[in-house]
């Protein structure tokens, strides 16, 4: 995964890319370090780009979009939130949204 480093890089991203996955962590938790290889394994199956970001080191980033907690895994589409999963992420559920986004942007 592409590695957000400021908060303007993120605006940045959103702008260029109709469609992607972003993968929000931060420091000491271990759910997020569990969770990021299922995730980052999905980027083989589903060709959008993937990106993370640690908001301890990106905190703007939490602010602008209301991350509580982490993990976060929020999808977007057309330069908005299509969907997000919050601390407990079920894979299969990603998935179906992953896929969903790849066939809209087919039909575009």
């Known amino acids: ?11 940045e991203t959103i ?5 992607l996955l972003l993968f ?3 420091n000491n938790c271990s759910v997020c370090d569990g969770l990021y290889p299922q995730v980052e394994v999905l980027k083989v199956d589903y060709p959008i780009p993937f990106y993370q970001v640690n908001i301890a080191q990106v905190p703007e980033i939490a602010g602008q979009l209301s991350l509580f907690t982490a993990p976060v895994v929020l999808l977007f589409y057309g330069g908005k939130e299509y969907t997000r999963f919050a601390r407990f992420v079920r894979i299969e559920e990603l998935k179906q949204r992953l896929a969903e986004v790849i066939e809209r942007g087919k039909q575009d």
Do not use: D, P
């Open 1 to 11: 995964m592409k590695q957000i480093a400021s908060f303007e890089e993120w605006v």
């Open 15 to 19: 702008k260029l890319k109709n469609e």
């Open 24 to 26: 929000v962590k931060t």
